[in-house]
C-alpha cells in the first residue's frame, strides 16, 4: 500500500513538472514567434523603402491599420524600429493563445505541486502520529510489534525506535530477572545459613547438658562451614555488583594446573586422591593468575569428592581460536538430571558430599566467563565426570 502512495507522489510530482516545463516552452516559443514575425516585416518595409525612397509615409500609414492585423517578416534593417513599432505591436490572436494556454499549463502545474505537496504533507503527518502513538503505547506498557510501514523518508527512524524499543523491553526483562534471582539467592542464603546455625544451637544445648563431648569439634565444623559460605557469597556479590576487579596478565596453563594442585595438597592427603598433570609444553592465556586458579580448583574440589582414594586427571592444548583445559576423575559422574543444573547457585545434586553448599561450580563459572571463556561439564562414555574450560583469543 505504501509503495502505492509512493508511485502516486512521484507520478504527481513528475506531472507537476511537466506542466510547468510545457508552460515554459509555450511561453519561448510564443515570444520567438513574436520576434521572427517582427523581423520579417521589418525587412519587407526596408526592401520597399529602399526602391521607394518616398514610401516611408505610405509604410507608416500601411503598418498602422496592420497594427490590428497580421504580417510575417525578417529582419535586414531596422527601419520598424525607427519608426517607431516594437515587435508586441504585431502580436496577433494566435499569440494572444499561446499567452492563454501558457497561464494554463502554468495555473495547472503550479497546482498539481500544490496538492502533490499537500499530499506529502499529509502523509507525513500521519507516519509522524503513528509514531507517536506507538510510543504512547510503549510508555504505557501496551505496546505491539511495530509494523514496518515501506521505505520512507521515516523508516530509519521507524527501525531506530524499534530496536530502542525492543532493547529496552530487554533491559526490563533483565532486571525482573535479576530481580527474581536475588529473591532466591536470599532465599538459599537464609536457608543455607539456618543449617550450620541450627546444629550449633544443639551442640551448645548438649554442651549445657554435659550429654556430647564431641560437641565443640561438632562447632568448629559450623562455624567453618559459616565461613566458607561467607566467603563465597561476598565473591558473588561483588561478581553481581561488578566490583570484582580480575587482574589479567599472561599466565602459564601448566603453572596454574600446578598450584590449584599444590593448594589442595592438604585435602588431597586427606582422602588419599592425587592429581596427575604431564606437562604438554609452553601454552599461555591471558587470564586472572590467583581467580583462575581458585576456579580451577573448584573443578579440582568437585572431582575429589566423587572419587577419594583415585586419580584426577588434566591435560591440555592450544589452538589459534582458544586454549582448551581438561579435568576429569573415573568416579560416577554426575546424574543425568543434574547436569543442566551443576552450574546454578547453590545448586546441588544428587551425589553432593555432605556439608556442601553449592557455590564452588556456580563461582568458577563466573570467574571463567567474564575472561572470555566457557565452561561445560559431562559424563565420559568411560564414566566419570568432565570438565572443559576453552579461553579463546579474541
Partial sequence: MNNRKNMHVTVGAALAVGFIAAAVAVWLTSGHYRQASFDLLNMICGEVAEREPGSGDTISAVLKEYTEGNLDGELQRDVLSALGYRASDFAGASCRQNYFFAAIGLTVGLFLLLATFCYRNKVEILRIRALADYLEQVNSGKALILSTSGEDDFSKLEDEIYKTVTFLYQTKEQAVQAKNNFAENLSNIAHQIK????????????????????ALDQMERQLSRLTSLEEALLVLSRLDAGTLSLQKEETDVFTLLVLAADNLQELLSGSGTVIDIPEGGE???????DWTMEAIMNLMKNCIEQTPGGTIHCSYAQNPFYTEIRIWDNGAGFAREDIPHLFERFYR????????????LALAKEIIERQNGTIRAQNRPEGGAFFEIRFYSH
Avoid: H, V
Avoid at 601454552?283 to 593468575?289: E, L, Q, S, V
Fill in 195 to 214: 543449617t550450620p546455625i541450627t546444629a550449633m544451637s544443639l551442640d551448645i544445648q548438649s554442651m549445657k547438658l554435659g550429654l556430647d563431648g564431641k
Fill in 349 to 360: 545434586g544428587k551425589n553432593a558430599r555432605e556439608g556442601g553448599i553449592g557455590i564452588g
Fill in 283 to 289: 601454552m599461555r592465556i591471558f587470564a586472572d593468575m
